[in-house]
């Protein structure tokens, strides 16, 4: 069953909060911030990723998640790589990550590179 309205309309429940942002809200600030700067409007690069404006709008609010297509399409119709797309999300959830983590390893603390494979890789 639907969340609804008094009047009927669909009402959209957000998830409890988080530690920190969703990768879909990231991934939807770059791509946002992307548009912007280049002037663009939504229906411009909808039209030119080949998506509705509707959907290019959830995706960069973070209400909806952009599929693999659908994100090498925006990105083509931004002239953005994906990589650079994604390096700046990773970056953007790092500086938060940081910001909100009791210690710099956290809980997988394992996946950083160890003392040895950082000094092998500064020689």
């Known amino acids: 069953m639907s969340p609804r309205t008094a009047a009927g309309r669909l009402h959209l429940v957000r998830e409890a909060p988080t530690a920190g942002p969703l990768l879909r809200e990231a991934v939807g600030a770059r791509l946002r911030r992307a548009r912007l700067a280049q002037g663009r409007s939504l229906r411009?690069?909808?039209?030119?990723?080949?998506?509705?404006?509707?959907?290019?709008s959830q995706v960069e609010r973070g209400l909806a998640e952009a599929s693999s297509e659908v994100l090498r399409a925006l990105c083509r119709a931004l002239d953005l790589p994906v990589?650079?797309?994604?390096?700046?999300v990773a970056?953007?959830?790092?500086?938060?990550?940081?910001?909100?983590?009791?210690?710099?390893?956290?809980?997988?603390?394992?996946?950083?590179?160890?003392?040895?494979?950082?000094q092998a890789r500064a020689a």
Do not use: F, I, M, Y
Not at 46 to 51: D, L, T
């Open 83 to 88: 990589s650079a797309l994604l390096r700046a």
């Open 44 to 56: 411009d690069v909808a039209g030119a990723a080949q998506v509705s404006t509707g959907h290019l």
């Open 91 to 118: 970056a953007d959830l790092a500086v938060l990550d940081l910001a909100s983590a009791p210690t710099a390893a956290g809980p997988l603390g394992a996946l950083a590179p160890t003392t040895t494979a950082v």
